[in-house]
């Protein structure tokens, strides 16, 4: 069987991951997979691993590995026919080593984004919390101000996304990303991006995974972009 391609995307909260992610599975045709969305599936679905990770995420924490690594892997595992692109995880080492023992990462990127343009992002980022979708006042705003596009129902703002909160969640991130970081450099497979700007950062992004995925010949051909 052809190789399928397995990528994950790193980086800050407000990086823009999930901005990224989402123009890479319609460029690409890579099924985009969130650690936010399995916890928030999980969550409404009432399962055990969603009702004990409910309980961290209500207080702002990261949910323990070992409920992570349950919850995604058999997952992953049964996407033996799919090319994925995986977005919020792994966060920490133990994640990366979990997933290295079930899969051969591809491509991993790394978005390195200035702490000032971070701050102000998600000071502005509204979220719809039923479906995790994330709008910008001035980047992508609703079409209705304050209102989801899909359901009309409110967006709310995490207090998370607030200075103070913000200052102890991005630095908890360069401590708990750096080995992994450093892993996936050792293994030649990581690519670093770094600006201020999606737009300007999104071209080299593109341009990377046309040569690594233009090549492959199982990807579906609707969804590689014209040259
Ligand atoms: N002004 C501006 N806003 C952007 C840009 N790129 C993304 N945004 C907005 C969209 C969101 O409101 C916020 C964060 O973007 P994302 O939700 O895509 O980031 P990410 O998935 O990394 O955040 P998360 O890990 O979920 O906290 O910033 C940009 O280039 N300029
Ligand atoms: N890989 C992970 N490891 C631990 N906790 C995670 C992971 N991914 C997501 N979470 C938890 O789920 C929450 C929601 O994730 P996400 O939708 O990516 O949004 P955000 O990081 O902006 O809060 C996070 O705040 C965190 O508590």
């Known amino acids: 069987?052809?190789?399928?391609?397995?990528?994950?995307?790193?980086?800050?909260?407000?990086?823009?991951?999930?901005?990224?992610?989402?123009?890479?599975?319609?460029?690409?045709?890579?099924?985009?997979?969130?650690?936010?969305?399995?916890?928030?599936?999980?969550?409404?679905?009432?399962?055990?691993?969603?009702?004990?990770?409910?309980?961290?995420?209500?207080?702002?924490?990261?949910?323990?590995?070992?409920?992570?690594?349950?919850?995604?892997?058999?997952?992953?595992?049964?996407?033996?026919?799919?090319?994925?692109?995986?977005?919020?995880?792994?966060?920490?080492?133990?994640q990366a080593k979990a997933l290295n023992s079930t899969c051969d990462l591809d491509l991993v990127i790394s978005l390195n984004i200035p702490y000032e343009t971070l701050k102000d992002r998600l000071s502005d980022r509204w979220i719809h919390p039923a479906s995790g979708r994330v709008y910008n006042m001035g980047f992508n705003p609703p079409r209705v101000q304050g209102r989801d596009d899909l359901s009309g129902e409110p967006l709310i703002q995490h207090d998370n996304d607030q200075p103070e909160a913000l200052v102890a969640r991005l630095r908890h991130y360069k401590d708990v990303a750096k080995p992994v970081i450093d892993l996936y450099k050792s293994k030649g497979i990581l690519h670093t991006f770094s600006g201020t700007e999606t737009d300007r950062i999104w071209p080299y992004i593109n341009s990377l995974l046309s040569t690594k995925i233009l090549s492959r010949p199982e990807m579906d051909t609707q969804h590689i972009p014209m040259p």
């Open 1 to 94: 069987m052809a190789k399928l391609f397995r990528a994950v995307i790193m980086g800050p909260p407000g990086s823009g991951k999930g901005t990224i992610s989402e123009r890479i599975a319609q460029s690409f045709g890579l099924k985009h997979l969130s650690s936010g969305d399995f916890l928030r599936e999980n969550i409404a679905a009432n399962t055990e691993a969603g009702v004990l990770a409910k309980t961290y995420i209500e207080r702002g924490l990261m949910v323990p590995d070992h409920v992570m690594t349950r919850l995604l892997l058999p997952r992953l595992e049964e996407m033996t026919r799919h090319s994925w692109l995986m977005d919020g995880f792994p966060c920490t080492l133990a």
